[in-house]
């Protein structure tokens, strides 16, 4: 291929590895639409080069919050789960889904929908038990106050990882 950036006249395996430090990075990345680097799009050169190293070289995270509306923000995690290619998915070293809840006075907000159907859409495209990490953790929200320990804070977050780590566990069970 004829490219006229400097960076192709450099031997492929300084390229390369001048490329993936270009992309890798330190701490997880958001897993959500549009979020590729520009790098990845500069080129067809680059991007045949480069086609599996942002997704092997990173680990990425998926928040789900406690929402109290109708909206169903999740779906467009959900959608470019299943829109992803399959190579690059199962390229990707660690998947972080982090399940956060809200208290208020009256009700705990628990986007158990939400993180059902995100583990639905892992399993189906193949995501495996220790591909998977799950956090948890329920947040006070308005009344902080309701939360009479940390202690009691702490219990409370290592009971909805249980449940949590648990759901998925029997997921990737029954697939």
């Not at 449940?163 to 566990?169: G, T």
Request: with cysteine; aromatic share 10%.
């Amino acid at each position: 291929m004829n490219n006229p950036s400097p960076l192709y006249r450099l031997p492929a395996e300084l390229r390369n590895e001048i490329l993936r430090m270009a992309l890798a990075s330190d701490t997880p990345i958001e897993f959500r639409p549009g979020n590729e680097p520009a790098l990845l799009h500069t080129s067809s050169q680059t991007r045949e080069e480069t086609r599996l190293v942002y997704w092997a070289e990173n680990d990425f995270f998926i928040t789900i919050r406690g929402v109290t509306s109708t909206s169903e923000p999740y779906q467009d995690t959900v959608d470019h789960i299943n829109a992803l290619d399959i190579h690059k998915f199962r390229a990707i070293p660690k998947i972080i889904v982090r399940y956060e809840a809200f208290r208020t006075r009256n009700h705990d907000y628990v986007p158990r929908r939400a993180f059902h159907e995100t583990l639905r859409a892992l399993s189906a495209k193949g995501a495996t038990y220790q591909q998977v990490v799950i956090e948890s953790d329920i947040a006070p929200r308005f009344e902080p106050w309701r939360i009479h320990s940390p202690a009691m804070q702490i219990e409370r977050n290592r009971m909805a990882q249980l449940s949590a780590e648990e759901d998925w566990m029997l997921l990737c069970e029954s697939e």
